[in-house]
């Protein structure tokens, strides 16, 4: 029997231990109090995968697990880097002449968005040194990489004076800036979800982003009340630790086949087809329909996931906000299936939890995130979380699969100062 280990945010404020053990890292490593510490959470997609690079729509919420940084500007392009995880092993690149992919590893991350930053033109952003401290699981498929790039965009646009942490509007740049040190310093593909969630979800709701290109910040977003306990309900996160790689060759393949299909379409997105699908009278003969205009039979399967899973997003906020908890963790199932047969981006360990949970009376239960490795969430009655994680970690130790981690997924507050 296997135990399955329930992974605990740290405090956040002034005087929180993620803020001061951040502090005291930094102090340790660079011998200097920091500028200031900041942090960035997690985030947890309800639902709506694989959408956002196709113009769609997503639902995430911010975890209360966060990553904090403690940085501090410097005068030249000189960048020092530390870790909780490896704290006697920093690491150091030069903003000097860099190229992308020229930096390699984690560091790749808080180093490409300065570098991205002075891509879009600020060129007074220059080096630091920087501390993290996280208790986001890392490889979970709960944007670990995006709370580190969120959380170092927002500490050097205050260090520097870019001015964009303060508003909505202006938390775009930050998250561009984020969004480019992912793609194309760290070389992982992201559509912007992550990012956008951890920049601007707030406490208590879930945002519902829509990635439509041309829409205003206003436009862009829109914030769901999303209240579990009102509804007698729990949010499970179980990170099944299965090995979650979002840059060996399977998401980039996933979005190749979405833009090769929206071009065989002749339209820009597959946003478009989407929408129409949506408007018609009889949704399921205008999705065959557009289906049939395929000849590659995996991309039909791709156009279908989509297509289905932005319709999906809508009607769960529709059931979640009308307390039809029943459709809402029916709409859960049918998105992990689709995912699972469709888009084919789940791996056993996903699928054994999802099944597990769902026979251990979760209303509804789906991958979470980019797929091939990561997370599940199940919507459970209060109380049932531990059970239900337990019953899947059984499973996993009959299997031979190793331990897994569950957390409490609370909507949460954005990216912010901390002291």
């Not at 600020?122 to 630091?128: A, L």
Request: aromatic share 6%; glycine share 12%.
């Amino acid at each position: 029997m296997k135990t399955v280990e329930f992974v605990e945010a740290l405090s956040t404020g002034a005087d929180g231990e993620g803020a001061g053990q951040a502090a005291a890292l930094f102090s340790r490593t660079f011998g200097k109090a920091p500028d200031g510490v900041w942090s960035a959470p997690g985030r947890v997609n309800l639902i709506g995968e694989h959408t956002d690079y196709n113009a769609g729509l997503c639902l995430p919420i911010a975890l209360p697990h966060r990553t904090f940084l403690a940085l501090g500007a410097r005068r030249d392009g000189r960048v020092r880097l530390v870790s909780s995880l490896s704290p006697d092993s920093p690491e150091e690149a030069s903003l000097d002449g860099l190229k992308p992919g020229g930096v390699k590893g984690w560091a790749a991350y808080p180093v490409g968005v300065a570098w991205a930053l002075r891509q879009a033109g600020f060129d007074q952003v220059r080096g630091f040194d920087a501390a993290f401290v996280s208790c986001v699981p890392v490889g979970s498929g709960l944007s670990s990489s995006a709370a580190m790039t969120c959380s170092t965009a927002l500490a050097l646009d205050e260090v520097y004076g870019l001015g964009f942490g303060g508003s909505d509007q202006g938390r775009l740049t930050l998250i561009d800036a984020a969004i480019r040190s992912e793609n194309d310093m760290a070389g992982a593909s992201t559509g912007g979800m992550d990012q956008s969630a951890s920049m601007r979800c707030r406490a208590g709701h879930a945002i519902e982003l829509d990635f439509r290109p041309g829409l205003s910040a206003l436009e862009s977003a829109r914030q769901v009340p999303f209240d579990l306990q009102s509804h007698g309900l729990e949010l499970l996160v179980l990170d099944t630790r299965a090995p979650h790689r979002l840059n060996d060759g399977q998401y980039a393949a996933r979005r190749r086949s979405c833009e090769q299909a929206a071009q065989a379409l002749g339209v820009g997105s597959l946003r478009v087809p989407a929408d129409q699908v949506a408007a018609s009278d009889d949704p399921g003969r205008a999705l065959e329909a557009v289906l049939t205009r395929l000849d590659d039979p995996t991309q039909r399967r791709r156009v279908r996931h989509v297509i289905t899973e932005i319709g999906r997003v809508g009607r769960f906020v529709e059931a979640f906000g009308a307390g039809d908890v029943k459709r809402a963790g029916e709409l859960f199932n049918a998105s992990h299936d689709s995912l699972r047969d469709d888009y084919e981006v789940t791996v056993p360990e996903l699928d054994v939890a999802v099944d597990v949970a769902r026979s251990e009376g979760a209303y509804g239960a789906r991958m979470t995130g980019g797929g091939f490795g990561g997370s599940i969430i199940a919507l459970v009655d209060a109380g049932r979380s531990r059970d239900v994680a337990s019953a899947v970690a059984d499973e996993f130790g009959r299997r031979g699969f190793g331990r897994p981690r569950a957390l409490a997924a609370l909507a949460s507050s954005p990216a912010q100062r901390e002291g």
